[in-house]
């Protein structure tokens, strides 16, 4: 086997499982939002962004994390149905969900309190906060191969 050949191989692999493991992430946050432990830890970050914040002020902070884990579910659900069939309409509204969810995720990093902390002189992005959000970027990257993906296939 050439290594051109072992490279390709490699990235069919890594693309296919982007599949289940981002399935599986979404699943396993969505049920977490149904606790009132992630509930209530999330709801002062969510507050900041421009996009969840009006659904708190209409639901409060158990229904508006209900609403959440429903919508994550569901695209844990469709994007397994991607897994088996990538273009499956499930599998195109999970992907496209999943996305618009990690960019607003990651705009967290914009709206979010404690996202910078000065440490010796140097403006850096915090441990538990500027640093979680910034991997979203990586997750969001992920979402819109699973996009093209979808949208490709048949």
């Known amino acids: ?5 072992a490279a390709a191989g490699l990235e069919a692999f890594a693309v296919r499982a ?3 493991v981002i399935a599986v ?6 049920l977490q939002k149904l606790t009132a432990y992630e509930a209530f830890a999330v709801a002062p970050i969510a507050r900041t962004s421009p996009f969840l914040a009006w659904i708190y002020d209409l639901a409060g902070v158990r ?17 397994l149905m ?13 992907s496209v969900g999943a996305a618009v969810t990690a960019f607003i995720t990651f705009a967290f990093l914009f709206t979010a309190p404690g996202v910078l ?3 010796r ?5 915090s441990l538990e906060v500027g640093q979680l959000f910034l991997k979203d970027l990586v997750l969001l990257t992920a ?7 979808s949208w490709r296939s048949r």
């Open 82 to 94: 991607g897994f088996v069939r990538p273009g499956h309409i499930a599998a195109k509204l999970a």
């Open 121 to 125: 002189g140097l403006t850096l992005l």
């Open 25 to 30: 992430l979404f699943l396993g946050i969505g």
């Open 1 to 5: 086997m050439s290594r051109r050949s």
């Open 143 to 149: 979402c819109l191969v699973l996009v093209g993906q």
């Open 63 to 79: 229904n508006a994390s209900r609403v959440f884990a429903a919508i994550e579910v569901l695209i844990g659900g469709g994007l």
């Open 117 to 119: 902390v000065k440490e």
């Open 18 to 20: 982007l599949w289940p």
